[in-house]
């Protein structure tokens, strides 16, 4: 494993082809804007180098036997799925963002499994061929970025049916020892701080998509790739003299859309060519994983802002009045539902036929269904709570001001004790979760993030046993 400080300085040398708001971006942990996802990121480092902190994210290689940071393990029991989700709890309580690692966690896990089911239809190597790039990932304590989702074009046309192939990553080109591909991936969580981009198809196809059936690994400063860094709500407060309103000190997520311009992907990081069946499964498994995931990470971005909303409740001396402690434990109750969802999923998961365990995919879907929703209740509770300032509130610079700084410290105190700089710095916090850099994570990617709501639905419909249900409503009413 590697250490925090280690992890950001490999990214910082990363010869990957970034661009934040037209400006080509070298050293991407030091720049303003992206360097709170990295060092978000780079917490799920610096967690599993300390002592109390190891049986939940470091995990042993069933590969090598060796001792992993979790965010690379392959699940091998209902434990390893529970740790998962506490783990990613106790990430989102600390960081109170995305911090992206997760998504290749629930890749690498998809693609292990998915490659040994297309092997024994098909007699392909590409398990092996991925168990060969596991360990490299794991012994190098790398982070993979989960790139699936498309540009898509029209929605009601199917890849091949596009005006544009580009709108789905495809092959251009066969070689001898590999393939060519182009297209792009968008909203790719933590891109930009990946020593690895892994690929895989963003929807089920048909044998007229063949071209668009491909999984693959490629590092992510291979020729051909480039990262244009996503903008979110707020972003620029980052680049203000002190950063004073920013609300979340030290962490946020971050997005790219990912271009491959015609870049070569050698043999064996090919983990599906062509086996176009099996598209959809990995689609599935891939986000079943990840929708149980949010059942952890949320329910901790959710944890931080009920902290703050209870703190916001204290300085403005709220905390008795029985509606703001009913709408608190509303707020608890709706989070500890979230977390029992992806427990549940975690709980009832089984075997894949590698050996691999995953989650319950109807638990995981009903669990993310929910997670499109609860964060905003939680959300307009914590704003119901913290008042309209959360809005009006001056720059925490004005307070420091030589003419107007008093006005600013008199009218912003709440409680007598508490200055003015107290609830300000509260009031950004909840103002970030809710509506700035870190709402495009607990609220937008809460509905969009692992598939929006309607593929929850799809998936709820399709996994229900509504015949198990009707026979029983039968007998008890004697049909
Ligand atoms: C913050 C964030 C982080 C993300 N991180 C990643 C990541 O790391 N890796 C990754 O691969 N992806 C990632 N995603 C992408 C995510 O999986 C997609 O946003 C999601 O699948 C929805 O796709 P879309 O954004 O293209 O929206 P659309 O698919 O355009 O959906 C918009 C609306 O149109 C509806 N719709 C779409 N197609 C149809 C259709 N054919 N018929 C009827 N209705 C339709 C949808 O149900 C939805 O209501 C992330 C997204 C967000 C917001
Ligand atoms: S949305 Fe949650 S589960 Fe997905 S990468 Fe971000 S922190 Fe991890």
Redesign the pocket.
């Known amino acids: 494993m590697i250490s925090r400080d280690q992890y950001i300085e490999s990214i910082n040398k990363l010869d990957h082809r970034v661009f934040i708001q037209g400006e080509q971006v070298d050293r991407i942990a030091d720049h303003p804007i992206s360097a709170p996802a990295a060092m978000a990121l780079a917490e799920t480092y610096a967690q599993a180098e300390k002592e109390d902190q190891k049986a939940l994210y470091t995990a042993k290689s069933h590969l090598t036997g060796e001792t992993i940071n979790r965010f690379l393990h392959i699940q091998q029991n209902v434990e390893d799925l529970i740790a998962k989700i506490d783990m990613l709890r106790d990430m989102g309580k600390k960081t109170a963002c995305?911090f992206q690692r997760c998504?290749g966690l629930d890749c690498v896990n998809a693609v292990y499994s998915v490659t040994h089911d297309i092997d024994r239809q098909y007699g392909t190597t590409y398990h092996e061929r991925f168990k060969d790039f596991l360990i490299h990932l794991q012994q190098n304590d790398y982070f993979p970025?989960?790139?699936?989702?498309d540009a898509?074009g029209d929605?009601?046309l199917s890849p091949s049916q596009q005006a544009d192939k580009d709108q789905f990553l495809h092959i251009v080109e066969e070689r001898p020892n590999g393939v060519v591909v182009r297209g792009a991936?968008?909203?790719?969580?933590?891109g930009v701080n990946a020593h690895e981009l892994i690929v895989m198809p963003?929807r089920a196809l048909t044998e007229k998509d063949t071209e668009f059936a491909i999984a693959f690994a490629v590092p992510a400063d291979t020729e051909g790739v480039t990262m244009i860094y996503g903008r979110q709500p707020s972003d620029s407060r980052r680049l203000e003299k002190g950063k004073p309103d920013i609300g979340n000190l030290h962490f946020g997520?971050c997005?790219a859309l990912v271009v491959f311009e015609n870049v070569f992907v050698p043999t064996e990081r090919i983990f599906m060519k062509g086996e176009y069946p099996f598209a959809g499964k990995l689609v599935e498994l891939f986000a079943a994983n990840h929708r149980a995931s949010y059942g952890g990470c949320k329910v901790g971005v959710g944890d931080a802002l009920i902290g703050a909303t209870s703190l916001i409740a204290e300085v403005q001396g709220t905390e008795k009045a029985s509606h703001v402690k009913d709408k608190i434990a509303e707020m608890v109750h709706l989070n500890e539902t979230l977390y029992a969802g992806a427990i549940t999923a975690a709980v009832k998961g089984s075997p894949n036929p590698c050996g691999s365990y995953s989650v319950s995919h109807l638990a995981a879907n009903s669990c993310k269904l929910n997670i499109t929703r609860f964060p905003f209740e939680i959300s307009r509770l914590a704003q119901d709570i913290a008042g309209g300032l959360l809005v009006t509130l001056p720059s925490l610079e004005d307070q420091e001001h030589a003419e107007i700084g008093a006005y600013v410290r008199k009218y912003m105190t709440g409680k007598e004790g508490v200055d003015s700089q107290t609830r300000m710095r509260v009031l950004r916090l909840i103002e970030n979760i809710t509506l700035g850099t870190g709402a495009?994570?607990y609220l937008?990617?809460s509905i969009?993030?692992?598939?929006?709501?309607?593929?929850q639905k799809i998936m709820i419909t399709r996994l229900a046993d509504i015949e198990g249900a009707k026979a029983a409503a039968r007998k008890l009413c004697g049909i």
């Open positions: 995305c998504a970025a989960a790139c699936m989702t898509k929605r009601s991936k968008l909203h790719i969580t933590g963003t997520g997005e495009v994570s937008t990617e969009h993030g692992a598939g929006s709501p309607q593929a």
